[in-house]
């Protein structure tokens, strides 16, 4: 069995693509995501996504009755009918995944999947070299690194994941998680990097666009994994109020108390904003209605 590699892209056009892989490639690429696949399933311990647990070694969240909209499980068994991605670095700039799998011969198609973006292109831009037979040779063309582990795998309608984060780059699953609480908006004020001055009004306040944003936020871990000034940096960029204030030595994101203003700010947390590349217009990403 030898796997091939496709695409999954936010072209509409393309959805799906895959790329045509020499037979030494695909020998080797086989050989690698079956190790991959095999380290992603001792994670013997699975547990039921719902936009709160974070999962720790050996533990895997899954969402079932997932629905493969994107009909990834057809691309698999049936490759020959997919477009051959189209090699230029504009084009791998809309790659959202990377994705292969086999069907068992009963039906049942595996899909293994690893989040992508930009920082594993092999651009044209400039001079790319690589070692080989004790010297470098320059790389002719455009290509790109594929990941030393899966972000996920789809399965008999069963997605599984360790980081939500990494799985909703690929996928909307807005569907599938929880509003907060009043509890879990408690802990939210209650965060290192943010400062509620009436944790009574923002519970008040929030209706249940607010407690899905702060779920999402919550479950993204984006308070911690981005710097203060890098979120300042971004909200300057799109204009979007982002004010602070110093606690204790620490600078720390003000949450707002009034919803509109709360809004805008669990948006761009949520990283509901983009800019065209093509007429840096700013965008909100479900309605794509500009700035």
Same mark, same amino acid.
């Given at each position: 069995?030898?796997?091939?590699?496709?695409?999954?892209?936010?072209?509409?056009?393309?959805?799906?693509?895959?790329?045509?892989?020499?037979?030494? *490639?695909?020998?080797?690429?086989?050989?690698?995501?079956?190790?991959?696949?095999?380290?992603?399933?001792?994670? *013997?311990?699975?547990? %039921?996504?719902?936009?709160?647990?974070?999962?720790?070694?050996?533990?895997?969240?899954?969402?079932?009755?997932?629905?493969?909209?994107?009909?990834?499980?057809?691309?698999?068994?049936? %490759?020959?009918?997919?477009?051959?991605?189209?090699?230029?670095?504009?084009?791998?700039?809309?790659?959202?995944?990377?994705?292969?799998?086999?069907?068992?011969?009963?039906?049942? *198609?595996?899909?293994?999947?690893?989040?992508?973006?930009?920082?594993?292109?092999?651009?044209?831009?400039?001079?790319?070299?690589?070692?080989?037979?004790?010297?470098?040779?320059?790389?002719?063309?455009?290509?790109?690194?594929?990941?030393?582990?899966?972000?996920?795998?789809?399965?008999?309608?069963?997605?599984?994941?360790?980081?939500?984060?990494?799985?909703?780059?690929?996928?909307?699953?807005?569907?599938?998680?929880?509003?907060?609480?009043?509890?879990?908006?408690?802990?939210?004020?209650?965060?290192?990097?943010?400062?509620?001055?009436? *944790?009574?009004?923002?519970?008040?306040?929030?209706?249940?666009?607010?407690?899905?944003?702060?779920?999402?936020?919550?479950?993204?871990?984006?308070?911690?994994?981005?710097?203060?000034?890098?979120?300042?940096?971004?909200?300057?960029?799109?204009?979007?109020?982002?004010?602070?204030?110093?606690?204790?030595?620490?600078?720390?994101?003000?949450?707002?108390?009034?919803?509109?203003?709360?809004?805008?700010?669990?948006?761009?947390?949520?990283?509901?904003?983009?800019?065209?590349?093509?007429?840096?217009?700013?965008?909100?990403?479900?309605?794509?209605?500009?700035?």
């Amino acid at each position: 069995m030898l796997f091939n590699l496709f695409a999954l892209t936010s072209d509409p056009a393309k959805r799906i693509v895959k790329f045509d892989l020499s037979s030494a *490639v695909q020998d080797d690429l086989t050989t690698y995501l079956q190790q991959q696949e095999a380290a992603f399933d001792l994670s *013997v311990d699975q547990i %039921p996504f719902d936009g709160k647990y974070k999962p720790d070694d050996g533990e895997v969240l899954f969402i079932d009755n997932y629905d493969d909209i994107d009909n990834l499980s057809n691309a698999i068994t049936n %490759p020959l009918s997919v477009e051959v991605v189209e090699p230029t670095e504009s084009f791998f700039g809309d790659i959202k995944a990377l994705f292969t799998g086999y069907s068992d011969g009963n039906g049942d *198609v595996k899909v293994l999947l690893q989040n992508f973006d930009r920082r594993r292109i092999i651009s044209m831009n400039g001079l790319s070299i690589f070692h080989s037979a004790n010297v470098y040779k320059k790389i002719e063309g455009i290509g790109l690194t594929v990941d030393s582990k899966l972000t996920a795998i789809l399965e008999d309608g069963k997605l599984r994941f360790h980081s939500f984060f990494m799985a909703r780059q690929m996928f909307d699953l807005s569907e599938y998680y929880k509003e907060a609480t009043n509890d879990d908006i408690t802990i939210f004020s209650s965060s290192d990097a943010v400062q509620v001055s009436d *944790v009574d009004n923002l519970i008040e306040i929030s209706d249940s666009w607010v407690r899905r944003k702060i779920s999402l936020i919550q479950q993204s871990d984006i308070l911690e994994l981005v710097p203060i000034n890098v979120m300042k940096a971004v909200a300057s960029e799109f204009n979007i109020p982002f004010v602070t204030v110093d606690v204790n030595g620490d600078e720390v994101i003000k949450i707002p108390s009034n919803k509109s203003d709360l809004k805008v700010l669990l948006r761009f947390l949520d990283e509901d904003y983009y800019k065209s590349p093509l007429s840096n217009t700013s965008f909100v990403t479900n309605s794509k209605r500009a700035l």
